[in-house]
């Protein structure tokens, strides 16, 4: 088997443009690649082969960036872009307290950084793991402004909501834009499936996925998923209802243990077949390891 090949951080990175206001940094989904090193780590094997995206939403002079990216030169990056397209105002919103989410937050420290309180909370509590990780994010900045609950944003005039959901993790934070009809979904919505952060929460998240399903949006955009449909516009609904499918089935494996002898293709079979799900290998270790966390539960 050839070794992979590692690529500098940052030199894979594409800019799209899912829409007019919004322009989408892409990294990852290249086979054979990494970008930090052979050894496992969370930016190649947690992040980077399996795509990872952040977004800025974009109104003249002004814009929102949905997370900082993992790596300080994809954050450099990113800033760079945004600048030579005439912003001179950023803002920062976190989606939520991992580190793929916020790994560049240091080239932003001069911005307004902006978290739910439950996101401050836990980047407190981890910022010691996070610092000496592989690779490590030192320093880590953290948020200069929290919120508890909903708040309102303008970039120009668009209109954006911070909604607070509890989906993959405890203090996840969509940025929806209702007079574009896009939701930047952050972790909450992953495709093909969902990483299972925290197994014990997993009816929560399947509520909480109901309530954002009612919500009504027509585009969604996640920080995983596949390039090609994030450059054409992002995901509809159904791919909300394929992660509330996918979540149902993981909570009836200690009824049904036959179900963990199921493949990732096997075990989303009728989404894949529908189109509403595109199967990408590299998630069968992650559909592996989600079956192991709800097994391991008590």
Known sequence: MNAPSLLPLGSTLQVLRPHPNILAFYDGRIP?????????????????????????????????????????????????????????????????????????????????????????????????????????????????????????????????ELLPAEIHSHDGLILALPDLGILLAGDTLEEPITYVAEPERLAVHVEELKRVKGWNYARILPNHGAAEIIAAGGYGPGLIEATIRYVEKLMRLKDEPALADEDLRTFAGADFASGTLTYFAPYEEVHANNVKKVLALP
């Open 32 to 160: 054979g690649a990494r970008a930090h090193s052979a050894a496992p780590n969370w930016l190649d094997d947690g992040a980077y082969a399996l795509g990872v995206c952040v977004y800025a939403v974009i109104a003249g002079e002004e814009a929102i960036l949905y997370d900082t990216h993992i790596s300080i030169p994809h954050a450099r990056l990113v800033r760079r872009t945004l600048e030579e397209a005439g912003v001179k105002t950023i803002r920062v919103v976190l989606s939520h307290w991992h580190d793929d989410h916020v790994a560049g937050n240091e080239v932003f420290a001069d911005c307004e950084i902006l978290a739910l309180d439950l996101t401050g909370q836990a980047l407190a509590i981890h910022r010691l793991a996070l610092e000496n990780g592989d690779p490590p994010i030192y320093p880590l900045v953290l948020p200069s402004r929290t919120i508890t609950g909903p708040a309102e944003l303008f970039v120009g005039d668009i209109r954006v």
